[in-house]
């Protein structure tokens, strides 16, 4: 197909944190990049996810979710999820459509007033939700902003995306493709091993053990011959009992941690994975900007 007749663009998936934006990219994509827990602020970093077609390429861009931050680690997730709203030519705006229309699902929608490009609200998580019950909310959003249309998905279920996909097909200029045909990321597979085990950390710890976490990759080696990959990482906590709640009693934590973190990382590679983790100290790492940037941010 000819260049002129190639849909081509970004497009930014923004909303409050839980609502679905990386379950939705992995459900576009039909692959799983973005790592998904029922805990708000997983996401911390701008994951980008590729979709290619004869017809288009559509670069979409996952999310930090947009709020009231206060640490300068969520100072700097709320950032960059603003700073995609620069550099794209449509947004996806997801809200969980089985919440109220509160100051945390809507409130949101004022990043929205500095864009100039087209913003197609989408109500994900609609299997939660009485079918009777959308047509209001969709008229009460309609009153909160010029949205170019309004899509109700279940991200989850992998319902409504198709529809979605070619009303943001609408909206997106033609033009040349940005990124090779074959890639579906430009994460590198040790971000996304990272990302792999700070989600199982998410999924086998309470309170304030996820967020003060990190992950580190200390090495990566690809045996072919043995058909292995060794990792050895370092998961960063905030003081030291956070450190023994994530080691576990007799380790036993730390060990579930690296086995769930293993399988999918197995998967993922399609490799032996011998994964070995430590756990460190680093007071207050999510105040210090400096350690904030080398994680990527
Ligand atoms: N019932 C239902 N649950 C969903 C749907 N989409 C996502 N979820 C669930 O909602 C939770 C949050 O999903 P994520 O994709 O991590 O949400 P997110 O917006 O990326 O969250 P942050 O990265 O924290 O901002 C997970 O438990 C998902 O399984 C949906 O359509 N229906
Ligand atoms: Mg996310």
Redesign the pocket.
């Known amino acids: 197909m000819k260049e002129d007749k190639i849909k081509s663009g970004m497009v930014a998936i923004v ?10 990219l ?1 459900a576009l994509l039909g692959q799983k990049i ?10 911390r970093n701008r994951i980008i996810g590729i979709l290619n077609d004869p017809a288009y390429q559509i670069v979409l861009l ?1 999310t ?2 947009l709020h009231k931050a206060g640490k300068p680690l969520n100072q700097e997730m709320v950032k960059i999820a603003v700073a995609s709203l620069a550099e794209v030519d449509a947004v996806l705006f ?1 809200i ?1 459509v ?1 919440l109220p229309i509160s100051n945390k699902q809507a409130g949101p929608v004022v990043y929205l007033e500095s864009s100039t490009v087209p913003a197609i609200l989408v109500l ?5 939700l009485d079918r009777e019950k959308i047509l209001p909310i969709i008229e009460a959003y309609r009153k909160i902003y010029p949205f170019a249309a309004i899509m109700p ?5 992998n319902s409504g995306t198709d529809v979605l996909l070619q009303e943001l097909l609408q909206h997106l200029p033609t033009g040349p493709k940005f990124y090779p045909d074959d890639i579906p990321t430009d994460a590198t597979e040790r971000f996304i091993v990272a990302e792999i085990i700070r989600e199982k950390i998410f999924l086998l710890t309470g309170q304030e053990i996820p967020y003060s976490t990190a992950v580190i990759i200390d090495s990566f080696k690809e045996e072919e011959e043995k058909n292995l990959v060794t990792i050895y990482a370092t998961i960063v906590v905030e003081k030291s009992s956070q450190k023994s709640i994530i080691i576990g009693r007799k380790g036993a934590k730390l060990q579930q941690i690296g086995k769930n973190s293993r399988q999918d990382i197995e998967k993922l590679l399609e490799l032996r994975v011998l994964l070995k983790l430590w756990v460190k100290v680093h007071k207050n790492w999510t105040k210090d900007m400096r350690f904030i940037r080398d994680l990527g941010l």
């Open positions: 909303g409050p944190p839980n609502v679905g934006k990386s379950t939705l992995n973005s790592i998904v827990t029922p805990k708000p602020q997983t996401t996952d930090p979710g997801l969980d089985s994900n998580k609609v299997d939660l998905v279940s991200a989850l279920l």
